[in-house]
């Protein structure tokens, strides 16, 4: 951000006192907050990606009687792939604003199309990759489930059990988390910028 430096010295000279915040602590936060969602994107797609050729690996390597085995390991790795362009968009648009040719409206304005993108991503880009994931496996899981009900029913109760707990608890848990944290940044940001127009 070009003027990060510019705006820090016009916050602190703006006021004498108790009724501003210390602009460099808002600033460093902001940027802190930026580089550990970046961090985590980034893990997130490797992840996924050794995710992928694991089970990539298994389709070539292990020869399946049904066709369902193999169409539910191609919708897993749709899946996958999609889990991966997700998170490969969002580490992206953080990295545009390490760009030190915007200034602090435009950085603002980056932060704001971040958040509205993870929003678009934690309700309807996570529920196609959940759909897709389910079914992929569900299908995968049959060819060896239907050999014996008990283990069948076993398999699929687990499965399903962590996949709706995924769903139900932890999904909803971060986007919470990241949505509190990317409003309380953007939040700061804007304080800082608006009182500096006042001034």
Do not use: C
């Amino acid at each position: 951000m070009q003027n990060f430096d510019e705006l820090k010295n016009m916050w602190q000279q703006a006021g004498s006192g108790n009724e501003l915040p210390d602009a460099a602590a808002v600033l460093a936060k902001v940027e802190a907050v930026r580089k550990k969602m970046i961090r985590k994107n980034i893990l997130l797609v490797i992840m996924l990606a050794f995710t992928f050729a694991f089970i990539t690996w298994i389709g070539f390597h292990y020869d399946f009687e049904l066709q369902s085995t193999r169409i539910g390991i191609v919708i897993t790795l749709v899946a996958i792939v999609t889990g991966m362009l997700f998170s490969t968009k969002l580490a992206r648009l953080l990295l545009k604003q390490n760009d030190p040719t915007l200034s602090n409206s435009e950085y603002l304005q980056q932060m704001i199309a971040f958040r509205n993108s993870l929003r678009l991503i934690q309700t309807k880009g996570i529920t196609f990759y959940f759909i897709l994931l389910t079914t992929g496996l569900i299908l995968y899981m049959y060819e060896f489930a239907s050999r014996n009900l008990t283990f069948g029913i076993s398999v699929y109760s687990i499965t399903l059990g962590w996949i709706a707990f995924n769903w139900f608890y932890l999904r909803k848990r971060a986007a919470l988390k990241q949505e509190k944290e990317i409003s309380a940044q953007i939040a700061a940001l804007e304080g800082l910028n608006n009182n500096l127009k006042k001034d």
